[in-house]
T-cell receptor
Framework: KQEVTQIPAALSVPEGENLVLNCSFT??????LQWFRQDPGKGLTSLLL?????REQTSGRLNASLDKSSGRSTLYIAASQPGDSATYLC???????????FGKGTMLLVSP | KAGVTQTPRYLIKTRGQQVTLSCSPI?????VSWYQQTPGQGLQFLFE???????NKGNFPGRFSGRQFSNSRSEMNVSTLELGDSALYLC????????????FGPGTRLTVT
């Protein structure tokens, strides 16, 4: 059974810092890995999708990497802003049937 | 392109009642998945439908059921509500293939009293 772990559970940084969020998964036979952002009480916003054959994806200040063999992914956020404050969730698709297994998330607080 | 819509956004029900939640996927998407989110358990997969067929099911009791219509809209039903069913219920749509991105709706907040 796939298990996804995210470290740290919470992170507080001053504005402007570069930061890394970590995600690990136990079964490397995945179709893709997706990073989401969730604001309190809201739905999930997709940030980046990395397909199993890819090593990384970039969108603006965000960069996500994937190392399937070691079961790890990182989300790098450059020059953090208060608006980046949210919970970041990592999820893997390993069934081929559009089914995601989620980590518990990293709650990020960026202070002005 | 309109996003994933879910109705209603908020619901308050009494223990023992039943509830039906609705999800309309992005136009052209044939797969709809449902997830339950609680503070203790996080996001857990309920079931996935593709072209009106349930392809995958999570580890939830039979009180949780769903269906998908020919226009890809999906409904989720919970019968005999329990206090522990209080959660944010999220649906996601995708093209249906395992390699593609999933897009989530805003969720339905269900409170069982």
């Amino acid at each position: 059974k796939q298990e996804v772990t995210q470290i740290p559970a919470a992170l507080s940084v001053p504005e402007g810092e570069n930061l890394v969020l970590n995600c690990s998964f136990t079964d490397s036979a995945i179709y893709n890995l997706q990073w989401f952002r969730q604001d309190p009480g809201k739905g999930l916003t997709s940030l980046l999708l990395i397909q199993s054959s890819q090593r990384e994806q970039t969108s603006g200040r965000l960069n996500a990497s994937l190392d399937k063999s070691s079961g790890r992914s990182t989300l790098y956020i450059a020059a953090s802003q208060p608006g980046d404050s949210a919970t970041y969730l990592c999820a893997v698709e390993d069934s081929g049937y559009s089914t995601l297994t989620f980590g518990k998330g990293t709650m990020l607080l960026v202070s002005p | 392109k309109a996003g994933v819509t879910q109705t209603p956004r908020y619901l308050i029900k009494t223990r023992g009642q039943q509830v039906t939640l609705s999800c309309s996927p992005i136009s052209g998407h044939r797969s709809v998945s449902w997830y339950q989110q609680t503070p203790g358990q996080g996001l857990q997969f309920l079931f996935e439908y593709f072209s009106e067929t349930q392809r995958n099911k999570g580890n939830f009791p039979g009180r949780f059921s769903g269906r998908q219509f020919s226009n890809s809209r999906s409904e989720m039903n919970v019968s005999t509500l329990e206090l522990g069913d209080s959660a944010l219920y999220l649906c996601a749509s995708s093209s249906g293939q395992g390699f593609y991105e999933q897009y989530f709706g805003p969720g339905t907040r269900l409170t069982v009293t």
